[in-house]
């Protein structure tokens, strides 16, 4: 049956194209998302541009931590994908070097045609959460409606076509500010729709119903002084609900590793920060090694060189690990329930706080990082890190400030939760 069904479309590359689709495979046509660089049967020829444009980013990614000369190299890469000022507002569709470049490889390189004339054998609507398989569908004449769930909170102009005032792709907005962004690079006000990010149905439930749950819960930890629930009883008692006396679990922080395993070394400074508390049993953090064993093995041997094996064997420290993506995205998801904070570089993660969990952003990757940061900052839900080496410190005075507490609220409240079912709403109608 092909009812409510559709082709859901992802890019092999990191997590955050991926993250974005996996709450959307409940209307994956034949259950299962399809990654338009890796499917059976990809020409050669094909696979071999997208590895290309993959390896250079990891490469940049990690080459970016060598003192002085790899800040240098990567503001240059990244000067292909920067976005640009929003203010003074101006017309900014004129298409960059790296778009134009993007449309000659598809042109003519027949880049994609591959994969578009496959699934046009059954035409249902085509949902990319990556701009290139859209360009392609496009261009190759795709049968049905061409959606493109956008997954950062600001985007550059390489998320438009070439040609936006012709194009026929709609857009799946997570933000405001990528509606009025999308406009300004030239597409049509009727082709965008503001949908919010989709967030898992396991982080949230029936009519919030596990969201609410898991923040109360979460409120009790991240309030310890109590500062922000007396103050703001009610508002915690309208949208929420009553809160317990006590958690079921310690205070436990989340560290997440991008996908390129850049910025692991972090993880270790933070478990060393935290030495006394994980020891004692107040505190728990989780490092997420996403599907990179390299990655789970840094830590693993890094928590041992530390003198922590004690902390890991207790379950203190946990490890997040799996061999493919879809059993990583359920384990993460299932711990997220319990994690009372989570610290990640500013990728699409920083939607999360709209499941009530405060965000500590690590250093940005990549421009649009630094405006996805910046979003939510604005809304209240996040901050910037302090020094690492004394996060045991930094954040124990938050805490007992309330700030925390406020955060988690502030993402509740006021951040889309419902970005699937409005995603079905726009598609399906």
Known sequence: MSYNKAWIVAVD???GHQRAAYPLKQYAYGGEIVNANRYPGIPQKDKKIWQQGQEVYEFMSRFKKVPVLGEVAWDLYDQFQEIDPFYPKRDLSKPTIQLKSTYSLIRKKRWGEHFIRRLARRPLPFLSTFFIPAYQAEEFNYP???????????????????????SRIKYLAPTERVVERLKLYGVSADQIILTGFPLPHENRGAHNSVVKADLAERLVNLDPKRVYCRKYHRTI?????ALPKRTKHPLTIMF??????????????????????????HTRLVLVAGIHNDVSRYFREGIARLGMRKALMKGSIEIIFAAEREEYFKKFNASLRTTDILWTKPSELVFYAGLGIPIICSDPIGSQEFFNRRWVREVGAGTKQLNPRYAAEWIKDLLNEGWFAEAAMQGYLDIEQEGVEKIEKAVFG
């Open 13 to 15: 590359m990191g997590y």
């Open 144 to 166: 049905g409606d061409i959606y493109i769930v956008v997954c950062d909170a600001d985007i550059s102009r390489a998320w438009a076509p070439l040609l936006p005032s012709r």
């Open 237 to 241: 008692r309208e949208h929420v609900g």
């Open 256 to 281: 997440a590793v991008g996908g390129a395993g850049a910025q692991r070394d972090l993880g270790l400074t933070i478990a060393e920060s935290f030495y006394h508390e994980l020891s004692d049993d």
